[in-house]
């Protein structure tokens, strides 16, 4: 399968346990930010977005932090569990005009221990 | 199937040989994406387009070339491969510019 888990953070939590996925952004700019989840072999999958009017967002099981002043953005999952278990890239994006580009940060490896 | 396909799923292509990566989507997306995806660089924007006929250069288009006559379909040509382009080759589309993205499953090709 796709190695793209070498070189990357890894976060090795146990089954049940809550997982906290952090990203930090550097484009003052930016105002729209998604989480991505890549399996092995797959290619990336929208988890949950927020945009910079919000400081919290809540998807089943999910939640995702903004903290805009240190720019700062978290992944929260509940209650992690084995499917779980993938790569999980932040990006960000700015709706100015023109800028219709996501920008992706390297990604963390979540291993979830049975 | 309603969705995003991209065909093949693994291409092993020689040196200097032109190799096209397909990409179709069946929402009317406006946009739509390429990246590549390497170990230690994560995805990296290869081209991008906001609608038909509108296509426009990422962070590497070196090496690519890309058109979208239609809506629903925006191939991806290699005119000469090199082994520096051996990745994995992910096409995306969007509703909107600030809309999440839905990636296909992706192209794995290797140039030897």
């Known amino acids: 399968g796709e190695s793209v888990g070498l070189h990357l953070p890894t976060l090795s939590v146990q089954e049940g346990d809550n997982s906290i996925i952090n990203c930090a952004y550097s484009?003052?700019?930016?105002?729209?930010f998604i989480w991505y989840k890549q399996e092995s072999g797959k290619g990336p999958q929208f988890i949950i977005d927020?945009?910079?009017?919000?400081d919290k967002r809540q998807g089943q099981r999910v939640t995702v932090l903004l903290n805009k002043t240190v720019k700062h953005l978290s992944l929260q999952i509940a209650a992690t569990q084995p499917g779980d278990s993938a790569v999980y890239f932040c990006?960000?994006?700015?709706?100015?005009?023109?800028?219709?580009?996501?920008?992706f940060g390297k990604g963390t490896k979540l291993s979830v221990i049975p | 199937d309603a969705g995003i396909t991209q065909s093949p799923r693994y291409k092993i292509t020689e040196t200097g040989r032109q190799v096209t990566l397909m990409c179709h989507q069946t929402?009317?997306?406006?946009?739509m994406f390429w990246y590549r995806q390497d170990l230690g660089h994560g995805l990296r924007l290869i081209y991008y387009s906001a609608a038909a006929d509108i296509t426009d250069k990422g962070e590497v288009p070196d090496g690519y070339v890309v058109s979208r006559s239609k809506t629903e379909n925006f191939p991806l040509t290699l005119e000469s491969a090199t082994r520096s382009q051996t990745s994995v080759y992910f096409c995306?589309?969007?509703?909107?510019?600030?809309?999440?993205?839905?990636f296909g499953s992706g192209t794995r090709l290797t140039v030897v």
């Open positions: 990006a960000e994006t700015s709706s100015g005009a023109g800028s219709y580009q996501l920008t």
């Open positions: 929402w009317s997306h406006s946009y």
């Open positions: 484009n003052s700019a930016s105002d729209y």
């Open positions: 995306a589309s969007s509703l909107d510019k600030d809309y999440g993205y839905t």
């Open positions: 927020i945009r910079s009017n919000m």
